[in-house]
């Protein structure tokens, strides 16, 4: 089994859990967070896709110069960053913009079927020394063959990656699996998934996509996108630390950015995280609710992350950590 990396498309699809597109302030304070914890591939802008400010009034955002310039410092730090672009809204002086700016890729979007539109839109992006990366929007209209097949026609076109997208979160376990396999199968470019969550389905999916072949899964933190929302990002971060993958990452780093940070700023939006990074820890540790209350004192005092204190110790004893083991643990830790 390949080894499997990160997407992390809150800045994009996230975006549309505020309107268009997050201010400069939360868009500076998620760049920075994305990159300090080690995230490998960052989308980010308009949640239309660079053009779609013009395009389709898409003005509940910033410009695309705006969130370019934003983005400019965090550029050099170990995170390729790039846009989307909807392949109905290209115009060449978009591609011409990211080429400016030294993006990384561009990720044409098409629903699925509709390949053919966007091979404009990758040869551009191609001519100009920029990855052409692609996404199979509504994955699901065509049969897991007829995807390979469209797959095997933009790879041959220049495609760099391209992503399996459950737009309406309706794909499950069993069909994400097929769909994988087969494209996996069909190219010899890297594979993505992007699932949506509206069936509770998103992990179970992503597990099926990384157990067939997927390259890389698609995320947004605290789960954040249209609709029902995406795979959360630190929660696909610490599936995949179960199961040996994503080490590179610094899952505990980015619980703790979520929680004293971008949990914060949403209050504002009324945005809700489903699922805490307290939460997400017991689960990823095997500890009981009922020794939370010993870990925060102790992580306090100590001054050590709660959360990276609470998996340590529970490798030691989970079922019933001693005071004098959290003590100690987090003495080590310090």
Known sequence: MSKVTLMDCTL??????????????????????????????????????????EVAGFTEAL???????????????????GMFLN???????????????SLGFLRVGADAGDGAIALDALNAIKKRGIKAYYSAMKAY????????????????????????????????PDQVAAYTEK???????????????????SAANALAAYRNGADILDCGLMGMARSAGNLATEICVALMHRIGEMKEIDLFGMLDFIESRLQPAMKEF???????????????????????????????????N??????????????????ALIAETAEQMR
Do not use: W
């Open 12 to 53: 994009r699809d996230g975006a549309n859990v505020v309107g268009k597109g997050f201010s400069a302030e939360i868009t500076d304070m998620v760049l920075d967070g994305l990159t300090a914890c080690g995230v490998p591939i960052i989308e980010f802008g308009n949640a239309g896709g660079i053009g779609a400010y």
């Open 63 to 81: 410009t695309d110069m705006e969130y370019l310039e934003i983005a400019k410092k965090y550029m050099g730090r170990g995170a390729e960053l």
């Open 87 to 101: 392949a109905k809204r290209y115009r060449e002086k978009y591609i011409d913009l990211a080429k400016d700016y």
């Open 141 to 172: 209209l065509l049969t897991p063959e007829e995807l390979a097949e469209e797959g095997k026609m933009l790879e041959n076109a220049g495609l760099d990656q391209i992503t399996i997208m459950d737009s309406a979160g309706t794909m499950l």
């Open 183 to 201: 494209l996996h199968n069909a190219v010899s470019i890297p594979v993505a998934f992007h699932c949506h969550n509206n069936l509770g389905l």
């Open 270 to 304: 009324h945005y809700h995280n489903p699922v805490t990074p307290l939460d997400l820890t017991l689960g990823l540790s095997g500890c009981h609710s009922s020794f939370v209350k010993t870990f925060k004192k102790t992580a306090e005092e100590k001054q050590v």
């Open 306 to 323: 709660l959360f990276k204190l609470i998996t340590e110790v529970s490798a030691i004893d989970r079922k019933s950590p001693s005071g």
